[in-house]
């Protein structure tokens, strides 16, 4: 007989503390999205350890590998502020910041035409191309909760107002020769119910622009000579925001988005040299979720590409009417959303036409019943 001698002080315990590094680093290298990351770190001083020393390369795993649920244009705005943090200016020109990189980040699948101005190329951050910096590439983690948390937070006040109002949630039209779902309909999503992934990487994306566009303009003003721009192009700087530095009336969609985020979020500054989103509220059952891709990402990336269907309805309204509507966040919402909350196909026989679209918003705003016709006559319903 033989006997093994076997260490029980521990039996039964779980954590994360006892785990092998070598496993530790895989797990923390493979985990879905930055936030992920950063809630890991909190969580375990063993990873942050791993962290310290392996930073690069976790970072750049969990942004490109095989489990990340980050868009890939989201990506590059992460690398751009990286960069920009480390000091190591990545645009020669404002011209190329707006033209290059923001037309890529912002560019419509619809409106391939408009993708590049003359025979420019582009500018891209692909893998491999964050700072070797450690405090640089922890700031950028912990950035990217922040940016999440802030995300989940203005989509959740979003939805807790149009609880408030009184549009109507329709049930599914009655269909008698039922046919498959499209992509854009599939799962239930209840008009007041949770963001989609779609719906919550929209407000991730325009945050990201709002903080690399304050990241530049505190570092054009703060190093002039890591910069090296004219004394035009800072002045023109100085005149945009988040929102008008997007070039190109094709990308009036995202620049929507943004100035949705920048009604919500003014920008604060500390010291003039450090750019700094407002703090989140603290966490709660309705303002913090986990959402994951559909199993298509290439047709997701098509959606982000595309103008959401709440801001397609938006924007066919008057400045007046549009500013007034950013607290719903229209900007955001799914076609799946809006038809359930009755503004899209939400009467029998109708066809969304501009005059309706004007009507939709006329009726929102202006807190009375909206009539329109339909091929059964006329219908009035209230709006709020």
Not at 74 to 103: K, Y
Not at 131 to 143: L, M, N
Request: net charge neutral; with cysteine; charged share 20%.
């Amino acid at each position: 007989m033989s006997l093994v001698i076997c260490d029980t002080a521990n039996a039964g315990r779980t954590s994360l503390e006892w785990i092998p590094t070598e496993i530790l680093e895989i797990i923390a290298s493979n985990v879905p999205s930055l936030d992920t990351l950063w809630n890991l770190l909190r969580a375990s001083p063993r990873c942050w350890r791993i962290f310290t020393l392996r930073y690069a390369h976790i970072t750049e795993s969990v942004l490109s590998g095989s489990n990340s649920i980050t868009p890939l244009l989201v990506r590059e705005l992460i690398r751009a502020v990286a960069l920009v943090r480390a000091q190591n200016f990545p645009f020669p020109s404002l011209d190329i910041l707006r033209w290059d990189f923001m037309t890529a980040i912002a560019r419509n699948t619809n409106r391939d035409e408009y993708a590049r101005c003359g025979d420019t190329t582009g500018i891209t951050f692909g893998p491999n191309s964050l700072p070797d910096s450690r405090d640089v590439i922890t700031s950028v983690v912990a950035t990217a909760y922040h940016i999440s948390v802030l995300a989940q937070s203005v989509l959740a006040s979003c939805i807790k107002r149009l609880k408030r109002s009184n549009l109507n949630c329709l049930p599914p039209d009655p269909d008698p020769d039922p046919e498959p779902r499209p992509p854009y309909l599939s799962g239930v999503i209840e008009a007041m119910g949770q963001p989609t992934y779609l719906e919550e990487m929209r407000a991730v994306r325009a945050l990201w622009i709002i903080q690399l566009t304050g990241e530049v303009k505190a570092m054009v003003k703060s190093r002039p000579d890591v910069v090296r721009w004219t004394e035009d192009e800072v002045s023109r700087l100085s005149q945009k925001n988040p929102a008008t530095i997007l070039p190109y009336a094709a990308y009036h969609h995202v620049a929507v988005e943004v100035r949705t985020m920048m009604y919500y979020l003014p920008a604060c500054y500390k010291n003039d040299t450090v750019f700094r989103l407002p703090q989140a509220p603290a966490p709660s059952e309705c303002n913090r979720w986990a959402t994951m891709p559909s199993d298509s990402q290439s047709y997701d990336e098509w959606c982000l590409g595309n103008e959401s269907y709440g801001g397609d309805l938006l924007s066919y309204g008057n400045s007046t009417v549009s500013d007034r509507l950013p607290r719903l966040g229209f900007a955001f919402w799914e076609f799946a959303r809006m038809y359930r909350l009755g503004l899209a196909r939400g009467l029998p026989g109708l066809t969304l036409t501009t005059h309706y679209r004007h009507l939709v918003l006329q009726g929102i705003c202006e807190n009375t019943y909206l009539t329109v016709k339909t091929q059964s006559g006329d219908c009035s319903r209230a709006i709020f």
